[in-house]
Each structure stands twice: as C-alpha cells, then as structure tokens.
C-alpha cells in the first residue's frame, strides 16, 4: 500500500523558514519514473504546484517561488523535504505531497495517483 | 506558462443528473489533462488522466474528453458522493503543472 504523509510546523511567524517533511511508504524514490511533488492550496483557493523531485535527483520548482523553494530528498529514510524562505502570510494553506510516475517532460501524465492526507501552515505573527 | 480556466465555477444538480464540467487551456495541451475530485478537509484525488483513461477503482459515470485546448468532465447519474470539488491538470508543459481554479457541484 502506498502512502504519504506531511510534516511540519502547523504555526510560523513571517520572514521565517518553513520546514515540511514527507515520508512514505510502499514505493521507492529509487525506481525510474518515480517522483515526489508538493501542492499547495490556500483556504478557498486553486490547487498550486510548487515542486518536484525525480528519481535521478533532478528538480523542479514553481518560476513564481523559485527563489524560495527548495525540495531534497532522504532515500534511504524515504522522505522528501521541502524549505520555503520568508515565509508571508499570503503561504498560509494546506501542503500537500503527492506521487507522480512519468519522465521529463511528462512527470504528471498518469497523474498525482497518491496524496498525503496534507498539513495546514498558518503565517502569523 | 500555460492556464487552465474552469467553468462553471460552481454547479447545483440533484442525485440522478447528468452534468459537465469544462477545462479550457491556454495553449494546446493535447490530451495531457487530468482531473480530480475533491472533497472538504481531504486530500484530491486522482479521477481521469490523459484526457479519458479512467484511474483504477474509479465508477465509470466519471467520463472525460476533449483535445487540444477545451476538455469536459461528464458525470452520468450523479450519487450523492459525487458532490464535491473539480480540479483540472494540465500535464503537457511540465513543469510547472498548472491546475484549474477548481469548480464546486452542489446539491
């Protein structure tokens, strides 16, 4: 059975660095096709791809978070983390990480087929 | 980047309706399109991928189709665990891996 699951702080003050931890199970980061993504959704909001973490290490990130974002992964342990700098209010939502199978440029054709059940992140001083 | 525009943003049906659901891109996709469904305080979840292929365990009432830049989500003989929220995917120009703005059916 494949699973997922967020971590992280479910409080942060602004200008601080976010933190958030997937771990999971029933799959391998080491298998080709195989990626780790992070969505986010804001409360009421769209769906929003941030990043993604493919089997060969390479990675990808959203052009409008770029310079923010930050996604690595622990194979052995089976975790994908992902870092977001200067937290603002506005990142306030629940994070997502999901599964993909595909290789570039098609890492979503067969879709996001496995979600965490998602962490909410208030930025709040 | 390419976008993805929904619509209607919100639909009401009664159980036993037939609705549709479209996804319009900005830029020719093809046939990379998924959809999800989305129900309050969970995770989406995966329905359609590449335009029509039904992902495993999903009901085949859930019917999608399109090509190019206008996609439909139909759904024959609503249940009333259908009613939930749409997401459209556009898979083509990845990454980045652009969503819809998400369309509700309401009871």
């Known amino acids: 059975q494949v699973t997922l699951r967020e971590s992280g702080p479910a409080l942060v003050k602004p200008t601080q660095t976010l933190t958030l931890t997937c771990t999971f199970s029933?799959?391998?980061?080491?298998?080709?096709?195989?990626?780790v993504n992070w969505i986010r959704q804001a409360p009421g909001k769209a769906l929003e791809w941030l990043a993604l973490?493919?089997?060969?290490?390479?990675?990808y990130y959203t052009p409008s978070l770029k310079t923010r974002l930050a996604i690595s992964k622990d194979t052995s342990n089976n975790q994908v983390v992902l870092t977001m700098t200067n937290m603002d209010p506005v990142d306030t939502g629940t994070y997502f990480c999901?599964?993909?199978?595909?290789?570039?440029?098609?890492?979503?054709?067969?879709?996001?087929?496995?979600w965490g059940q998602g962490t909410t992140v208030t930025v709040s001083s | 980047d390419i976008q993805m525009t929904q619509s209607p943003s919100s639909l009401s049906a009664s159980v036993g309706d037939r609705v549709t659901f479209t996804c319009r891109s900005s830029?020719?996709?093809?046939?990379?399109l998924n959809w999800y469904q989305q129900k309050p305080g969970q995770a989406p979840k995966l329905l359609i991928y590449?335009?029509?292929n039904l992902q495993s365990g999903v009901p085949s009432r859930f019917i999608g189709n399109g090509s190019g830049t206008d996609f439909t989500l139909t759904i024959t003989s609503l249940q009333p665990e259908d009613f939930a929220t749409y997401h459209c995917?556009?898979?083509?120009?990845?990454?980045?891996?652009?969503f819809g703005q998400g369309a509700r059916l309401e009871i």
């Open positions: 590449d335009t029509s």
């Open positions: 029933g799959f391998s980061l080491r298998s080709s096709g195989t990626c």
């Open positions: 999901a599964r993909s199978k595909g290789w570039y440029p098609y890492y979503h054709e067969f879709g996001l087929d496995v």
């Open positions: 830029d020719n996709i093809r046939r990379y």
């Open positions: 995917q556009q898979t083509f120009s990845t990454p980045p891996s652009n």
């Open positions: 973490i493919d089997w060969d290490d390479d990675k």
